[in-house]
């Protein structure tokens, strides 16, 4: 497996274009959260035996891959890595549950944001005029939200998302 940096490398050759750069920030958080909605919404606890009705909820195919494909993957990637994934998957999942306590509907919501986050994501890319990664390989899928990170620690240290040269 590629080493977090040679992820980040690749992925950086296709985000060059600082409109992309952009898109990126505000639409990978929203494709994240968007995704983990819809997944959300595939019960898993109510078919385990023993899971109590109270649980039972909490157990769908959103957490069962968080728990059980992202946590591992970004583990093998670095300690920071599975930090970021584990942190983005529990804020997901608490604006998923506000959604829901509300009475809003998930389904809607969650569809609604994905569909327009990958719309913009793709116009992003044709500024860009670059594909997106993960038309390469479908792991590029879970680099966006460290590319993402690496854009907004980078701003925050140094006020822009850009590197600065020297």
């Known amino acids: 497996m590629r080493s977090l940096k040679q992820f980040l490398d690749t992925y950086a050759e296709s985000h060059q274009n600082p409109v992309n750069q952009w898109i990126h920030v505000f639409c990978v ?10 997944l959300w919404l595939v019960p ?8 109590s009705a109270e649980l039972a909820p909490y157990i769908n195919l959103a957490t069962v891959f968080a728990l059980f494909v992202g946590m591992p993957y970004y583990l093998r990637l670095s300690f920071g890595s599975l930090v ?17 306590s509300h009475g809003l509907s998930l389904l809607w919501i969650s569809a609604t944001v994905w ?13 860009e005029g670059a594909k997106p990664s993960f038309a390469d390989d479908v792991q590029f ?18 006020g822009s998302i850009h590197p600065t040269t020297h």
């Open 29 to 38: 958080p929203a494709i994240f959260f968007a995704t983990l909605g819809l």
């Open 44 to 51: 898993i606890g109510r078919f385990i035996p023993g899971v």
């Open 84 to 100: 970021v994934g584990a942190v983005w998957s529990l804020l997901s999942f608490a604006g998923i549950v506000a959604i829901q």
């Open 115 to 127: 569909i327009v986050a990958w719309a913009i994501q793709f116009y992003g890319h044709h500024v």
């Open 141 to 158: 899928l879970m680099i966006g939200p460290l590319f993402v990170m690496q854009k907004i620690n980078r701003l925050v240290t140094t």
